[in-house]
């Protein structure tokens, strides 16, 4: 199955790959999983206890430990605290993007295979 989307056909990485003589090999893709089918997939090959430790685990994460260690205490400190301490405000939204294809991208392999050409490269290294 083809993801059918309006995209570009030529984008300025695309246009930059075409100049050299040789294939692109990125080697630093970034992805980032969808919690809720990674769940589900668990869910279904070790089981529901297991699936369902995993998710309290993760939002037990994401409610303890923001990312960026310096920062991950900040909403439970008290305004002095964080200034003695010079803890910053995480971001709410870590990924920002004005497209969400681009988020999509990063959480759907075949849609990232896809776009590859688009984003200027032959080959990647997930």
Known sequence: ???????????KSAQIREKFGYPI???????QEFPPAFLDYLEQVAGS????ALAEGIAEHFQEHLPGSSRSK????????????CTTRPAFWTRST??????????????????????GTN???V
């Open 1 to 11: 199955m083809t993801i059918a989307l309006e995209r570009p056909k030529k984008t």
């Open 98 to 119: 004005n497209d969400a294809v681009d988020l999509a991208t990063i959480s759907i392999p075949k849609l990232l295979h896809e776009r590859l050409q688009e984003a």
């Open 49 to 52: 206890a297991l699936s369902f």
């Open 74 to 85: 900040w909403f439970k400190q008290t305004w002095e605290e964080c200034r003695n301490y």
């Open 25 to 31: 090999i990125d080697t630093d893709v970034q992805t």
């Open 123 to 125: 080959f990647a290294v």
